[in-house]
């Protein structure tokens, strides 16, 4: 299937001004920060007999890189800081939640349902029930769209949903052999049979088991992937830096300017108060074509000046049926429509969740792309690499002013975020024989158009807590919504597995 794609894109398949007008559009940052949208005269997605379902509020903790202020905390602290933002920002009672739900990744395994750790640090109810659910990059997605569930299913009136990632401390197992021979100690009677065992250890038993972030279907790291899917739709490593520079520096306006309302300030024991994002750092193409490829070498396009940091941070979203929110006197910030989720193939289509996930989301709510005022998609995925002796020299970066910082984490795994991903979803959706062909389309999606497209940065500039990013993308919709004042907006993200989310926001009446 990659093949196919590589040569038929290059066939001409996509545009070759595609490129062109990205470019055009990436860098009139404040242009489109300030641009508002009219009001256009469109139906609601209102359905007789059907609950309508609002996000009352949203909020999350400054994202921030992994090893930072956050070093010392655990998973379930960032979780419960958040859940008591959103008490404090919304003044609500603290058994009037009926569920709560989170969304986690790599979990720590001393507070595996994190949804109730937190919970319960927060000050919620011991008889409210709380549980974790995990699928990737989505994981909080599933979260919010549970909480439409139960909602819809009229098993609740108000739920908080969110998601968690601490990647500053992550599990580390010990190999297999040494599991096996700890846990038969364990078991061992005489004093013998535990010598014995303890005489059987090798240099081997010591060497540790990282979390793995390759597909574990395929065996394929996912910046192969990432390259390949690069490669097979023509996206060049200028066009990924031009977006990754796109998403720095529309992030940096969005803070500047007050528009990240989402972000609570949060007192770090024993360190300072955090109040803003801190991986945002614009550069210039200049800088960041310097770097070299970080998985296929010398030629591939994934760079670390195209790629995310590890990052610490969690989220929290308050939902709610209408009638309930109206009844405690709360002003919602939008409804939460029709979703989606797909999958597909996990090796050649490992990251196009978005481009399967939009079209479908849109005809279910019964709506085309120019219905569309605000899209959030998110901006990357995780990937993996590891060379054959076990160890890796990652290059991660951060912008210090007009500096390149390049930090080497010589570790056994190391997670990237890169924006191949996003720029092959674009020209998938741009395609007419990608729609014709996998899709089963007349014709093609449609490209968003980028005057409209993550205005305030993304998972690139602001960061990407696995668990967490979903919230962050709909809370951002609802607020960019009111903002410059559309009536619809759709969220989209890839996950692990070739899995992949859509969800459709309308615009509460102002």
């Given at each position: 299937m990659a093949s196919m794609l590589l040569n038929t894109m290059r066939a001409g398949s996509v545009s070759p001004s595609w490129a062109v007008r990205l470019g055009a559009r990436s860098l009139s940052t404040t242009a489109q920060l300030h641009a508002q949208v009219q009001t256009k005269s469109k139906k609601t997605l209102s359905r007789p007999g059907v609950k309508n379902i609002v996000l009352v509020e949203g909020v999350r903790t400054p994202f921030l890189l992994s090893g930072t202020t956050y070093a010392?905390?655990?998973?379930?602290?960032?979780?419960?800081?958040?859940?008591?933002?959103?008490?404090?920002?919304?003044?609500?009672?603290?058994?009037?939640?009926?569920?709560?739900?989170?969304?986690?990744?790599?979990?720590?395994?001393k507070t595996s349902n994190v949804a109730r750790e937190a919970s319960l640090g927060a000050g919620f109810s011991d008889k409210i029930p709380s549980h974790t659910v995990t699928m990737a990059c989505i994981s909080s997605n599933v979260a919010m769209t549970s909480a439409v569930g139960l909602i819809a299913a009229g098993q609740c009136d108000s739920v908080v949903a969110g998601g968690v990632e601490f990647m500053s401390d992550v599990p580390i197992r010990h190999s297999r052999k040494m599991r096996k021979t700890m846990l038969s100690l364990n078991k061992a009677k005489t004093l013998g049979q535990r010598l014995s065992l303890i005489g059987s250890i090798r240099m081997a038993h010591l060497s540790p088991e990282l979390p793995a972030v390759a597909e574990f279907s395929t065996a394929e790291s996912m910046g192969h992937s990432a390259d390949r899917l690069a490669a097979a739709f023509g996206v060049s490593r200028v066009?990924?830096?031009?977006?990754?520079?796109?998403?720095?520096?529309?992030?940096?306006?969005?803070?500047?300017?007050?528009?990240?309302?989402?972000v609570i300030s949060f007192k770090v024991p024993g360190r300072d108060i955090v109040s803003k994002d801190n991986g945002i750092r614009p550069s210039s193409m200049e800088q960041m074509g310097r770097l070299k490829a970080a998985f296929i070498k010398p030629h591939g396009t994934v760079t670390a000046a195209n790629s995310s940091f590890l990052t610490d941070g969690a989220s929290a979203v308050l939902v709610m049926s209408e009638e309930k929110a109206l009844a405690m006197g709360y002003k919602p910030k939008a409804y939460l429509r029709d979703f989606v989720y797909v999958s597909q193939d996990p090796k050649d289509q490992l990251l196009l969740g978005p481009t399967y996930g939009t079209p479908k989301v849109l005809e279910r709510a019964g709506l085309a792309m120019s219905d569309i005022d605000v899209f959030e998609f998110h901006e990357a995925f995780a990937v993996s690499s590891l060379t054959s002796d076990g160890k890796e020299t990652v290059q991660a970066f951060a912008f210090l002013g007009d500096c390149v910082l390049l930090i080497c984490l010589v570790i056994l795994r190391c997670v990237f975020v890169f924006q191949g991903q996003i720029m092959a979803n674009l020209k998938a959706m741009d395609s007419d024989w990608f729609g014709q062909t996998y899709l089963g389309r007349k014709s093609k999606v449609g490209a968003p158009p980028m005057e409209k497209f993550n205005l305030w940065g993304g998972s690139l500039s602001l960061g990407h807590p696995f668990g967490a990013t979903g919230c962050r993308l709909v809370t951002t919709v609802a607020h960019r919504l009111q903002k410059e004042g559309g009536q619809y907006g759709l969220v989209a993200a890839c996950a692990a597995g070739g899995q992949g989310h859509a969800m459709v926001i309308e615009a509460y009446p102002q």
């Open positions: 010392d905390l655990m998973p379930h602290d960032l979780a419960r800081a958040a859940l008591q933002g959103l008490l404090q920002r919304t003044g609500l009672s603290k058994d009037a939640v009926d569920y709560i739900i989170y969304g986690t990744v790599i979990q720590e395994v066009e990924q830096d031009e977006f990754a520079l796109r998403s720095h520096t529309l992030a940096k306006s969005a803070q500047d300017a007050g528009l990240l309302k989402d």
